[in-house]
């Protein structure tokens, strides 16, 4: 479990191939945030829930698996690229953002980089499968980020971007066509699956009772 607040942004030191996944090996320049960071921790890259393997001074390793490289954008990381990291909430955190799970939804696409003053306006066009999961002013997650959003039209919607998380986060990097990591709020993944349980149960019904009555003459 993690909250979307952003506590390094590290660089990828080195990516190697494995039977299908990569073994990604991550430098930190927090001590302080990783201090007793441990083999076998949950650590958060870009916004996917990662395992550590191994770790030394100041660097640790996942394996990403086929699984995540197919739903993510780890896969396209390279030797130097920047990645967002935090490290699994402990119970007593504060919880500045909101729940994040670190299981991403899916990679979309920036659209537009908007300079709004101090801030900036990121407009995300994102799959038609998940707009049952999206409101406007609810949370979502950009590459780990815990944002809300600010405006939303047909598969297409934006956040607004503080000047402090510009600047501490890999959001800085992003322009159109760069890819991202998203997922979507978990409370908004549970109703929109019990409501279409609901309909679905309907529907059903609705069946059931037009066969009955034609098998009775009506």
């Not at 409370?187 to 034609?214: F, M, T």
Request: glycine residues 10%; charged residues 20%.
């Amino acid at each position: 479990m993690f909250t979307g607040i952003i506590k390094d942004v590290g660089r990828v030191r080195g990516v190697t191939r494995r039977q299908g996944g990569l073994r990604l090996r991550v430098q930190y320049s927090s001590t302080e945030a990783f201090s007793n960071l441990s083999v076998d921790e949950s650590v958060s890259i870009n916004g996917a829930c990662q395992t550590v393997v191994a770790l030394g001074e100041g660097w640790f390793e996942v394996d990403t698996v086929e699984e995540t490289l197919s739903k993510t954008t780890l896969g396209t990381l390279h030797n130097g690229a920047l990645v967002n990291l935090e490290r699994a909430v402990r119970p007593l955190d504060r919880l500045g953002g909101h729940f994040v799970l670190g299981h991403v939804d899916c990679a979309a696409t920036v659209r537009e980089v908007r300079e709004l003053g101090l801030s900036r306006e990121l407009w995300i066009a994102f799959p038609d499968d998940f707009s049952s999961m999206i409101v406007s002013a609810g949370s979502i997650t950009i590459d780990g980020i815990s944002l809300t959003v600010a405006k939303l039209d047909v598969q297409l919607f934006a956040v607004a971007v503080i000047p402090f998380t510009f600047a501490h986060t890999t959001i800085n990097e992003l322009k159109a066509g760069s890819r991202v990591n998203l997922e979507f709020d978990i409370l908004g993944k549970y109703v929109a699956r019990q409501l279409g349980r609901a309909s679905s149960s309907i529907q059903e019904d609705a069946r059931i009772n037009e066969a009955w009555l034609q098998e009775n003459g009506f």
